[in-house]
């Protein structure tokens, strides 16, 4: 959030607040109550601790010590190829970054695992370190109580060294299809036939 709003920040396993984040990065233990279920149940995300166990027990992490701290920054204030790129805005902004990446790919279709936990952290961060691929979420607990994440916007990441490719289709697509999208059109012109009839 800090990041996203021009600031630099840096977190390490006492700087990080979230105890499935902080054992997501590999910095501490995840601790009993949400390992068991039971945390989940008690914030009404989990019907049941089964569920709640079943969703961390698939949650990918970093091993502990791959990762000391971590380093976050406004894009434009990158003094180094950053390993991992998140960007958190609306939905309709994000599918324009997703298809600047197929298009970087080769239009291979985009898969994307979340568990609606762990949307900054593990959705839009670990997923695209350790598979080397975009990944989405729309959001989760944490991020949606607290910080400043809006109700019409999600989360994606993506591996740092695409970002020239991503920059360059995506001024690809400014060039015919976002404006095009945007403009409506077709919808402009249904509207416009439904309020005649």
């Not at 598979?131 to 607990?141: A, D, K, Q, S, T």
């Not at 944490?142 to 999600?154: F, H, V």
């Not at 697509?173 to 404006?179: F, Q, T």
């Amino acid at each position: 959030m800090k990041a996203r709003r021009g600031q630099s920040v840096t977190l390490d396993a006492e700087g990080l607040s979230c105890p499935a984040a902080a054992a997501a990065f590999g910095f501490k233990p995840l601790p009993e109550g949400l390992a068991s279920g039971k945390g989940l149940v008690g914030f009404g995300i989990a019907i049941e601790p089964a569920v709640g166990a079943a969703m961390f027990a698939r949650m990918p992490h970093l091993e502990p010590g791959r990762v000391g701290s971590l380093h976050l920054f406004p894009l434009d204030a990158s003094l180094q190829e950053p390993d991992v790129v998140v960007v958190e805005d609306e939905v309709e902004k994000l599918m324009w970054i997703a298809l600047a990446y197929l298009n970087a790919t080769g239009g291979q279709r985009l898969i994307g695992s979340t568990a609606i936990l762990q949307a900054t952290c593990v959705d839009s961060t670990i997923v695209p370190v350790l598979e080397n691929r975009l990944n989405y979420g729309y959001g989760c607990y944490g991020c949606r109580e607290a910080t400043d994440l809006g109700p019409g916007e999600a989360v994606l990441g993506f591996p740092g060294p695409r970002l020239p490719a991503l920059l360059s289709n995506l001024e690809f697509l400014g060039g015919k299809a976002i404006a095009n999208s945007r403009a409506k059109k077709p919808w402009k012109a249904l509207a416009g036939a439904e309020a005649g009839a």
